[in-house]
């Protein structure tokens, strides 16, 4: 099959913006992350398949810091995370499972909220803008509570951009998006990615995935089976791939809902 | 079985002690003049009154060792040390109040150190409350280090707030001296032994029931598909 | 705008916009002290200390109350993952909830003291400001413990329930030195009678906001 190289598992150490060193994550008993490693260049998009229950949420999770792994780091141009987290974080950015947003507060003063906690200098402007972007300007002095789904999502994105991330985690961005909204979040990671942002992105849309990915990984059981440069296939030959090293085809278990 | 010797070995021990201790307190220590016969429970009273002391510090090091530490073997120590130490607590409070009974002509009295007990009581029975309720071994683990930490850093308040009631408790130790007779010491010394020992076999045998606890949890997890 | 303050703006907000914490903590402790009037016999007057223990069980039952709903709204949508995604640190939070609950405990205290002393008799209404200072300390000492346990809860599958149950052992000392104080208050003691109690309130809010700070950031990480 030509995939590009089969880069060696532990990543290319060149690379040099974000590094996973040898990530284990044992949680209640169950090791849901087993040795990862991967390395990623400033202005990398790496698209990171797997079934349910591999540890993608877990691995963006320590990524994020919101989980402390147990052994193993997680280093930023060099220097361990958990060194200077406060650092760190303000040039963070994450999409969720959950929205993050407070429900009793209307869209633009959970923007201004969020961007106060990063210190944004011109958070009213900031998120005014955003809130352009997500389509959502109309309904900024509506309070989220009576936000359906979709619109939650639309604002979590403006919410997770508002301190403008050199790292962009994403956990399933399309998820409750309808065809419009997903077009328009994809050309708004496809502009991120242009201006030399760092992005991570969980995802089963396997199309989706590659038509933005500068690099890929399928973790599988708490490991990284794959981990390469975007490889220069079609989706097709991907899929197959994917059903090779996960023994079931990318979404077959995507429907057992966790 | 070097391990099983010498689990035995103490237990064996600790049988010696106690019949030892028993043996000093009623043939050897004077029986008190006013209090009579009954001042003899005093003997187990301080025993039980050492033991919970020594667990809820070891609970208070364990939950600071925990929480820097992430290792679960502090958790099961800090565990096991409430679970003893609330068997002795308890102790505490039945022979205060036997002893108090005839005494005091009272069955409960608030006096501080018996006040001191019962809140303690409360705390660590709330530390056993809270450990029941966490499922998932992790956070209960850092949930239950926290408690045991703040119920220990709150017994010095506790204490002080317990001399607050009217206090009618004899004080046996002063600072300096001691106002008992030396054979009285003599049968003190060895039943605080026994009771230290005591309180050491229980905390093992904790420990391993709950080690036993958690490989059994870790089978389930396995049994139930999840990754080996 | 400093972080401390946002936070803490944002909490009082949402109380403001619709204050459910408040009004059921005065509806509570206006309740509890009805229910304990029963008690009394008809025409009778309750002794110092014993009104300084109505008192104070309505105010520390109204508090666990409102304990619960800071830390409760920050678990609707994860929103507790987004502070923790944020640049905030982990003190600076607990510091926040922590005024944020002391808040809400004192604006209950505005309504149950002065129902206090109508249902119970104006002749315990002695040295305002000592009592307002006692308040003030017990109020901290509570909203300390408080807020860390309500964190902790906050993790559980039982929060509500479990609250009061690891709230109420590790107040207690507190709880017994301000009832005995405030008693005082009402008996008309000289302040140097108990001036070093209020000592002892002020070191238990103290010591309890540092160990709050420190183990604030273990209990909301896994």
């Given at each position: ?26 949680y209640e008993g ?229 | ?58 609970a208070?090091?364990a939950g600071?060792?925990y929480l820097?530490?992430r290792?679960r073997?502090w958790d099961r120590l800090g565990a096991a040390?409430i679970e ?42 709330a530390y056993l409350i809270l450990r029941a309720a966490v499922p998932q071994p992790d956070k209960r683990a850092t949930y239950c280090a926290v408690m045991a ?61 709950l080690?036993?606890d958690e490989?059994?949890f870790s ?10 | ?151 902790l809860t906050?993790g559980t599958t039982r929060?509500?329930?479990l609250?009061?149950?690891l ?51 273990p209990v909301?990480?896994q």
């Amino acid at each position: 099959m030509a995939i590009g190289r089969q880069a060696s598992f532990s990543g290319a150490p060149e690379a040099g913006f974000l590094a996973v060193r040898e990530v284990c994550k044992e949680y209640e008993g169950r090791r849901i992350l087993r040795q990862v490693s991967l390395s990623l260049a400033a202005g990398d998009f790496l698209v990171l398949f797997g079934p349910n229950g591999a540890g993608k949420s877990t691995l963006l999770g320590i990524i994020s810091t919101l989980i402390s792994p147990s052994s193993g780091r997680v280093e930023v141009g060099g220097r361990d995370v958990s060194q200077d987290p406060e650092r760190y974080k303000r040039r963070l950015g994450m999409i969720s499972h959950h929205c993050l947003l407070y429900d009793h507060m209307t869209a633009l003063e959970n923007l201004l909220f969020y961007g106060g906690l990063y210190g944004v200098a011109d958070r009213r402007q900031r998120a005014e803008e955003l809130l352009r972007a997500v389509g959502l300007h109309r309904r900024r002095h509506s309070p989220v509570a009576g936000f359906s789904r979709g619109m939650r999502q639309r604002l979590s994105i403006a919410r997770a951009l508002i301190n403008d991330p050199d790292l962009l985690l994403l956990d399933e961005p399309f998820s409750g998006l309808d065809q419009h909204a997903a077009v328009g979040l994809q050309e708004q990671l496809a502009n991120l990615h242009g201006r030399r942002r760092t992005l991570i992105m969980v995802t089963h849309q396997i199309e989706r995935g590659l038509a933005l990915a500068t690099r890929v990984a399928i973790l599988a059981a708490g490991r990284l089976v794959f981990y390469a440069a975007r490889p220069q296939v079609t989706a097709a030959d991907f899929k197959n791939l994917y059903q090779e090293l996960v023994g079931a085809p990318p979404g077959a278990s995507g429907a057992e809902k966790r | 079985m070097p391990e099983r010797i010498r689990d035995n070995l103490a237990i064996a021990t600790a049988w010696g002690l106690f019949a030892l201790a028993i043996s000093l307190v009623f043939f050897y220590a004077p029986t008190e003049k006013v209090m009579g016969v009954i001042q003899k429970i005093f003997y187990v009273h301080l025993g039980s009154a050492l033991a919970a002391a020594l667990s809820f510090s070891t609970a208070f090091i364990a939950g600071i060792a925990y929480l820097t530490k992430r290792q679960r073997r502090w958790d099961r120590l800090g565990a096991a040390s409430i679970e003893v130490g609330m068997v002795f607590t308890t102790l505490v409070l039945i022979t205060g109040s036997l002893w108090g009974r005839p005494v005091w002509n009272t069955w409960w009295t608030w006096d501080p150190r018996l006040t001191t007990s019962l809140i303690l009581w409360f705390i660590y029975g709330a530390y056993l409350i809270l450990r029941a309720a966490v499922p998932q071994p992790d956070k209960r683990a850092t949930y239950c280090a926290v408690m045991a930490i703040i119920g220990f850093i709150d017994v010095p308040v506790v204490f002080l707030s317990a001399r607050l009631w009217r206090t009618i408790h004899p004080v046996v130790i002063r600072a300096g001296s001691i106002d008992m007779a030396p054979a009285m010491i003599v049968a003190l010394v060895a039943s605080l032994a026994a009771f230290s020992l005591l309180w050491l076999i229980l905390l093992r045998q904790r420990i391993k029931a709950l080690e036993l606890d958690e490989r059994l949890f870790s089978l389930e997890q396995r049994l139930d598909g999840d990754m080996p | 705008m400093n972080l401390f303050w946002l936070l803490v703006h944002k909490d009082l907000r949402a109380e403001l916009r619709r204050p459910e914490a408040v009004v059921s903590m005065v509806f509570f402790g206006f309740l509890l002290l009805v229910l304990l009037n029963v008690a009394l016999p008809p025409g009778a007057r309750l002794a110092p200390e014993s009104a300084a223990g109505v008192l104070w069980v309505a105010i520390s039952f109204a508090a666990v109350l409102g304990l619960g709903k800071t830390m409760s709204r920050e678990k609707d949508n994860r929103c507790i993952d987004g502070l923790l995604l944020s640049p905030v640190s982990a003190e600076t939070l607990f510091a926040a909830k922590l005024t944020a609950n002391f808040a809400l405990i004192a604006a209950s205290e505005l309504s149950i003291v002065p129902l206090f002393f109508v249902l119970y008799g104006d002749t315990f209404f002695r040295a305002p400001a000592v009592l307002a200072g006692v308040i003030i300390l017990a109020t901290g000492g509570m909203a300390a413990t408080g807020t860390l346990f309500s964190a902790l809860t906050a993790g559980t599958t039982r929060n509500e329930a479990l609250l009061p149950l690891l709230f109420y052992p590790i107040v207690m000392p507190l709880l017994a030195i301000t009832v005995k104080v405030t008693g005082m208050i009402f008996q008309g003691e000289p302040l140097a009678q108990y001036v070093s109690w209020l000592y002892v309130m002020g070191a238990y809010a103290l010591i309890f906001t540092g160990a709050g700070m420190l183990l604030m950031r273990p209990v909301l990480r896994q």
